[in-house]
């Protein structure tokens, strides 16, 4: 790779004065800055961003790390933080951690040796404590959906209000009487506040028991399809999956063993990722503004970038439910 120094030697000038008319600084006559320009354009040269923000501190770069960038969710997430980074001049480390706490770990390490500017974070693993990493190289953090630290700003959607809106449309509207959870991690904050707000949706109505279990799965396709050989001993009326992934799964389950739906079995999902309004019967799932929700994001890091001194905050977005057939819906309009 062409380098100061080649440049310097070919103008017959000292590196330092290549330095500064590469970086626009004053101490270089206005032709000399051009005949520099000029041979360095010649020459091929580039700027290598890391040992520029080394000088600069501002690399240019920001970190994203998802879970599973396969999740339509994630990805679509993941299209909102970089479209927004790209039109305001910055590149995306996307990193995919596949969720893995260790492989997580590693990624953040890696973030900091590259001396990204900030970091967007959708974590199902992550700790308060290993985001010091961050803290400890004055890297600025934004974690999406799961909020992990309080001393760090956080965009969520409100996944208790969803959970709620949609076991009320489950219970009132399409009568469900034994309810099945499809959930994930455990402890997982998206499981906790969905399973929470089904759980008081039902106290709510008056039919606790109504949830007659909760299975805790790998939250994709395949395990979605996979639970329901367990699911089925347990003979509900509906399935409450924790995301539109898991939904299609149990969906495509119940079209192998021809299982109708929803006349025998009804699907709820949550998300409302694409593919939920395609399949044979579309899928009543709860939306969720999955693209804004990394736009929103990713301007927060970037005005935290501006503004050091400000506050951690809280920027919560309501969902929508999104009423289709899945649950005996159409049905019950006729």
Not at 93 to 119: A, P
Not at 208 to 225: H, M, Q
Request: charged content about 25%; proline content about 4%.
């Amino acid at each position: 790779m062409i380098n100061i120094k080649d440049i310097a030697k070919e103008c017959g000038v000292n590196p330092a004065t290549v330095s500064r008319a590469l970086n626009g600084k004053k101490g270089v006559s206005e032709k000399m800055r051009n005949r520099i320009l000029h041979i360095a354009e010649t020459m091929g040269y580039s700027k290598n961003p890391l040992a520029a923000s080394l000088i600069t501190h501002k690399s240019g770069i920001i970190g994203l790390v998802v879970p599973d960038i396969t999740n339509p969710y994630y990805a679509s997430v993941a299209q909102g933080v970089s479209s927004y980074m790209r039109e305001k001049g910055y590149s995306t480390f996307l990193c995919d951690v596949q969720r893995n706490r260790e492989q997580e770990l590693q990624y953040f390490g890696m973030l900091c040796s590259y001396r990204v500017e900030g970091v967007v974070l959708l974590s199902v693993t992550a700790h308060p404590d290993d985001l010091k990493i961050f803290e400890q190289n004055n890297i600025r953090v934004i974690c999406v959906d799961n909020p992990v630290s309080k001393n760090v700003s956080s965009v969520i959607n409100d996944n208790f209000q969803g959970a709620w809106d949609l076991t009320e449309h489950l219970i009132s509207k399409c009568h469900v009487k034994k309810l099945v959870a499809l959930m994930g991690n455990a402890e997982a904050e998206t499981t906790k506040q969905r399973l929470r707000g089904c759980r008081e949706a039902l106290q709510k109505f008056g039919v606790a028991d109504a949830l007659i279990k909760v299975l805790n799965i790998y939250p994709d396709y395949d395990s979605g399809y996979k639970a329901m050989d367990e699911v089925l001993r347990y003979d509900p009326d509906c399935v409450f999956a924790v995301n539109d992934t898991v939904a299609l799964g149990a969906f495509s389950y119940c079209m192998n063993q021809g299982i109708k739906v929803p006349d025998e079995l009804k699907i709820a999902g949550f998300d409302d990722i694409a593919a939920s309004s395609m399949i044979s019967v579309p899928l009543t799932t709860v939306h969720q503004r999955k693209f804004v929700l990394g736009q929103k994001a990713a301007s927060q890091l970037l005005y935290e970038l501006q503004n050091p001194d400000s506050l951690p905050m809280r920027i919560e977005l309501l969902p929508k439910l999104k009423v289709r057939a899945s649950c005996g819906e159409k049905k019950l309009e006729g």
